[in-house]
């Protein structure tokens, strides 16, 4: 157990989808548990007593002038073992991608030592850049796949994990899938109760995830089995849905409906279902999605390489669908949740403005789609944290201590103070590298000592 402490720091976290609050110099008071207990503004009657209690006692950290605090990120969408071929072969279309680069690679992950080798080496960089909770895909094999939640539990890291579940011989090569959908159903709920037996043993937690890789590559008995799963221990659920041309025109035909009404069937969607990219989902779709509170894990690096289209974040949010934000490592080829804000931003200013000159500007866009870095940076926390049910993203009593400590002196222009303290978040937000971010703490933990 930790020792309680108190940070004297400003920074800044998202209120809401538009609103960011800026702290000056506040006093945020941790327990021992790594949760915020207290927070006090410089004006409190308690302020000076409080600092100089915690100083007094050797647990007061004072942040440098030149750094802020920023809530820890949450990756939505990651998958481990394709941190092994990140910037690999993206000029491929999705389906030559996954059968010439991504399978035989993740197939690699049934030896152990190869496993640990990258699975230490993607928890080490995405807390580095700032990613305190990761939501990952592993691989269909068990064994490997209990190592990643083990790793993140020892790096300090709350790491959601799933088992890759794919067992149709029509969707999966023969050398790296599930023996069959009986087999895919056992090893995943083995996997569930092997990271149930870990999951206190770490301040932070890990938990584990049903994660049927998508409906392409799973028989519907499988489908049916991960659902009940999903009911018997209440874990949360992860897949990919809707996510380009061939994917989604590949579930219409196979099961004559679209991923999420399948997904919806099979019992796989819900408060704790993440689904992945959908863009491509429909009007119907999307009143599933809000009927079963159902997050969309935004993958915009990786979509503007295979999706074949723009996720409308601002028209879905604005329906009342939670969004978060993703790498999707190695569709997305950054480990930075850094670059999924600054592309989610990017390609929701293309989509609006549209992409090709020829057309008239009034035909060349859709109204009303650009997102600003403020609604980017809520789905890269608050929405994150909605998405999992746990209370991270905001710097607020009763929040999980999950922060960075950014240095806002090197690579970020600060010849004269910002007009308005938001400014200097979307500096950070735009231009910090990883050499920025001096700490990354999760559940009051250090992770960079
Ligand atoms: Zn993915």
Redesign the pocket.
């Known amino acids: 157990m930790n020792k309680k402490f108190a940070f004297q720091a400003s920074g800044y976290y998202c209120k809401n989808f538009d609103e960011v609050e800026y702290m000056h110099n506040q006093l945020i008071c941790v327990n021992e548990n790594g949760m915020i207990e207290k927070v006090f503004n410089e004006d409190d009657i308690e302020y000076k007593k409080t600092l100089f209690k915690y100083r007094d006692n050797n647990q007061l950290h004072v942040l440098k002038d030149d750094e802020i605090m920023l809530p820890g990120f949450v990756d939505l ?1 990651i ?1 481990a073992p394709q941190w092994a071929q990140s910037g690999t072969a993206l000029d491929k279309p999705l389906e030559v991608w996954l059968d010439e680069y991504t399978f035989p690679l993740e197939a690699r992950f049934k030896d152990l030592d190869f496993a640990k080798e990258v699975y230490e080496d993607v928890v080490d960089i995405t807390l580095k850049n700032g990613t305190t909770t990761g939501v990952y ?1 592993a691989t269909v094999d068990r064994e490997a796949s209990v190592l990643l939640a083990k790793i993140c539990g020892e790096k300090g890291q709350r790491g959601f994990v799933g088992k890759v579940a794919m067992d149709d011989p029509a969707g999966c090569p023969d050398y790296y899938k599930d023996f069959d959908g009986k087999s895919s159903i056992t090893e995943t709920e083995n996997f569930i109760k092997d990271v149930l037996k870990l999951k206190d043993n770490y301040e932070q937690k890990v938990y584990p995830v049903i994660t049927p890789r998508f409906i392409p590559s799973c028989t519907n008995e499988s489908l049916e089995g991960l659902g009940k799963l999903a009911k018997k221990y209440d874990v949360h659920i992860q897949t ?1 849905a809707s ?1 380009s041309d061939w994917a989604h025109g590949f579930v219409k035909e196979k099961l004559g409906k679209n991923d999420v009404k399948a997904l919806w069937e099979f019992g796989l969607m819900g408060e704790k279902s993440m689904v ?2 959908a863009p491509f989902l429909e009007d119907a779709d999307l009143e599933i999605m809000i009927a079963s509170k159902t997050t969309i894990a935004h ?1 915009p690096l ?1 979509n503007a390489y295979f999706a074949n289209a723009v996720l409308p974040v601002k028209e879905f949010h604005s329906r009342g669908i939670n969004i978060g934000l993703a790498t ?1 490592i190695s ?1 997305g080829y950054s480990p930075s949740i850094y670059h999924g804000i600054r592309q989610a931003v990017i390609s929701s200013k293309m989509l609006q403005d549209g992409v090709n000159p020829r057309l008239d500007k009034k035909i060349r866009g859709r109204k009303n789609a650009a997102i600003t870095l403020n609604n980017a940076f809520y789905l890269a926390t608050v929405a994150g944290g909605k998405a999992l049910g746990i209370p991270v993203g905001k710097l607020e009593k009763g929040y999980a201590f999950d922060v960075q400590i950014i240095n806002t002196k090197e690579n970020i222009p600060r010849f004269y103070k910002e007009k308005h303290p938001e400014d200097l978040l979307h500096k950070v937000l735009l231009l910090a590298q990883t050499g920025n971010i001096k700490d990354v703490w999760v559940q009051g933990r250090n992770t960079h000592e």
Do not use: K, R, T
């Open positions: 969408h998958h895909f990919h996510e992945a990219h993958c990786s999707d569709g």
